[in-house]
């Protein structure tokens, strides 16, 4: 894992995830599979954590080659509301299986609920992610909106 923030409220997440989080960082991804998979399953729905453990099951499927994993991913973002590390999991799940677009729209929501989630500022980084438009209902292309966006791109050079 890339930041620290995961492993936040460590001691209080379920057994089976911390299991999961140590076979990860030993690099053993069969081994995380199962513990997370195990967490996700013995979680009722209403764990604050239930998303979080549905997000790495998730993506050790995807990293294991099943892409069904990020239906658990997608689904896990779906209901989050604060938690950044899910968001994250679903990006570098999308990444993982070529989905581009909906791995920046993960980045982006997860930063509009956690502006300073260390990973997920990496990874758009990382990623290039392009600046919104101006003015939104006209396409990027469009003459207004490349004069307008270079000119904003240029006072916040200034500043």
Same mark, same amino acid.
């Given at each position: ?8 409220? $460590? =001691?209080?997440? @379920? ?6 989080? &140590? +076979?990860? !960082? ?36 995807? $990293? =294991?080659?099943? @892409? ?6 997608? &689904? +896990?973002? !779906? ?62 292309d469009n003459i207004f909106n490349k004069f307008l966006g270079r000119l904003t791109y240029q006072r916040l050079q200034m500043i």
């Open positions: 894992m890339e930041g620290n923030k995961i492993y936040r409220d $460590y =001691a209080v997440m @379920s057994p089976e995830f911390r299991e999961g989080i &140590a +076979a990860l !960082a030993k690099g053993d991804h069969q081994k995380a599979l199962d513990a997370f998979a195990l967490a996700d399953h013995k979680t009722s729905r209403d764990d604050v954590y239930k998303n979080k453990y549905q997000s790495f099951h998730g993506l050790m499927l995807v $990293y =294991a080659g099943q @892409s069904k994993g990020i239906e658990l991913c997608r &689904a +896990a973002s !779906a209901s989050e509301c604060f938690d950044g590390d899910v968001f994250y999991n679903q990006a570098r799940a999308e990444l993982e299986l070529d989905h581009r677009r909906h791995a920046v729209m993960a980045l982006r929501r997860g930063l509009s609920f956690d502006r300073s989630h260390p990973d997920l500022l990496r990874l758009r980084q990382r990623l290039g992610v392009r600046r919104g438009l101006v003015i939104p209902f006209l396409g990027r």
